[in-house]
């Protein structure tokens, strides 16, 4: 079920205004009678913990290296930072630490930037293909921003800064909702409110999580729904028994799913019950089945081994594969993947951490390319997020909480190849570094946000009321959607 909204009572009537307004719209109309596979889906990948943005995508110019390995590599501690380009992996050498791992991997601009060069993480090797092929694009610098800041106004607090700033929790809630801690509504499910109309009957499906509970997907009444990484979270098993009865099951369902509830309490269970048995039973049955790839390479054991985050896309594709058994014209998805809080052991962590990604979206890109229906990458987007960059100095065996981080976002719909925004200057003491090596985002939460929806179909006259600092900043759109 989702929780009551926590926003005020002016903007909970503004969001459901626009909901209902874009419902009853002729775009929302012709989308719902549109023929063929008129479909969108955005699936925000949500690293858990703050990944360590600058260990994922670097600067290599001969300026910005020598910054970097001053900052990752000081004297008397273990280095955390990464081999230059062309350096071929040590054998021998500590499985996940740099040396085993080998050069960070080139990648080539297509609007180059005068005096700079950027590499990737030397596991990404499947994601720098997909950058070379202009499936992924680089965002870089993105942080929860409420306006244009810099570390002067930073330091004397004149610029209005985002609430609790480097807490894992408040900051989870600030990336997913722009609210502090306590808030019950994302942006992605306000998005989802606003295309549920177009699905039809199948608008239950118009968010979804294999990842368990997601604030982002929450919307202002429509809950999301959950499903597991095998698929439909059944309550009944039509072809087993229960208690060695198959007429059990029909009992049980009708205990759980009774109308003669009294009570809120059991009206609510109650209706949860019925809908998820309703859920189940329609999700069992479209639910195609898909070739699996979800187990990865562990640079740290050598050994194949099961890759959470490909399981949750492989749900996510086969909801995809089903969408138009469902009708389904527009779906958000969320997954996410956990242990980035790397404040020790960064390097056997981090590295375990990059293989699982590239696995995973690599992976989930060639399943999309080869559905049943067809190749559906230009139909979806993938985009990642997470709590905050770390910090660019090592504590010794890690990083600390930083700020803004850089991101990926892949599809055929993207205008990949490229890097976007202003990539921070690398370095103690520069114009970004607020403290600590935290680095100052240069966009903001709101702007990454707005350009992916933009693109999911959501005209400009409702942005505002999704993304409520996104009048503070100049550019609406950051240009990686074609």
């Given at each position: ?48 913990g ?42 021998g ?16 601009l ?52 985002p609430?609790?700033l ?21 942006w ?21 999580s ?15 729904c ?25 009992q ?68 995809i594969?089903?969408?138009?058994t ?154 990686f959607?074609?």
């Amino acid at each position: 079920m989702c929780s009551p909204s926590t926003f005020s009572p002016a903007r909970r009537g503004l969001l459901r205004a626009g909901a209902a307004t874009l419902a009853a719209s002729p775009f929302v109309r012709a989308l719902a009678a549109t023929a063929g596979d008129d479909y969108k889906a955005l699936v925000c990948v949500y690293l858990h913990g703050g990944n360590d943005a600058y260990n994922t995508v670097l600067a290599t110019d001969t300026t910005s290296w020598y910054a970097y390995h001053r900052a990752r590599a000081p004297a008397g501690s273990t280095s955390i930072a990464l081999a230059a380009p062309g350096t071929s992996p040590v054998a021998g050498a500590a499985r996940g630490s740099p040396a085993a791992l080998g050069g960070v991997l080139p990648i080539a601009l297509q609007t180059p930037q005068a005096g700079r060069t950027f590499a990737l993480n030397p596991l990404l090797t499947r994601m720098r293909s997909l950058y070379g092929n202009r499936r992924i694009a680089v965002v870089s610098n993105v942080g929860t921003l409420r306006e244009p800041t810099t570390v002067a106004g930073f330091k004397a607090a004149t610029n209005k800064l985002p609430p609790k700033l480097f807490s894992h929790n408040d900051q989870q809630m600030v990336w997913q909702s722009f609210e502090p801690t306590g808030a019950t509504v994302g942006w992605g499910g306000r998005m989802a409110e606003m295309m549920a109309a177009g699905n039809g009957s199948a608008g239950a499906f118009t968010a979804v999580s294999p990842n368990g509970h997601a604030l982002w997907l929450n919307g202002p009444t429509l809950a999301p729904c959950q499903i597991s990484v095998d698929g439909a979270v059944r309550f009944d098993n039509a072809t087993s028994p229960l208690f060695d009865s198959m007429s059990a099951w029909a009992q049980l369902r009708g205990v759980v799913a009774s109308d003669t509830e009294t009570g809120t309490l059991e009206r609510a269970y109650a209706d949860i019950g019925r809908r998820s048995m309703e859920r189940g039973a329609l999700l069992g049955n479209a639910l195609p089945v898909l070739p699996a790839a979800t187990r990865y390479t562990s640079p740290n054991t050598g050994l194949a081994t099961d890759n959470p985050l490909a399981q949750q896309l492989q749900a996510v594709a086969r909801m995809i594969a089903a969408r138009q058994t469902l009708g389904l014209k527009r779906q958000v998805f969320f997954v996410g993947l956990g242990g980035f809080d790397t404040h020790n052991g960064q390097n056997a962590g981090h590295a375990e951490l990059m293989a699982r990604l590239d696995h995973a979206l690599g992976g989930f890109h060639d399943t999309l390319a080869t559905l049943p229906s067809g190749d559906a990458t230009g139909l979806v987007t993938t985009f990642t997020a997470s709590d905050f960059g770390r910090s660019l100095v090592s504590n010794g065996d890690g990083t600390d909480h930083g700020w803004g981080g850089h991101h990926f976002v892949m599809g055929a719909a993207v205008r990949g190849g490229d890097l976007y925004g202003r990539f921070p200057a690398v370095g103690l003491d520069t114009e970004s570094d607020v403290g600590s090596g935290r680095l100052l985002p240069s966009l903001s939460v709101d702007q990454y946000g707005a350009t992916l929806a933009r693109w999911f179909g959501v005209p400009d006259a409702q942005l505002g009321a999704l993304f409520p600092n996104l009048a503070s900043f100049g550019t609406r759109d950051l240009g990686f959607m074609a």
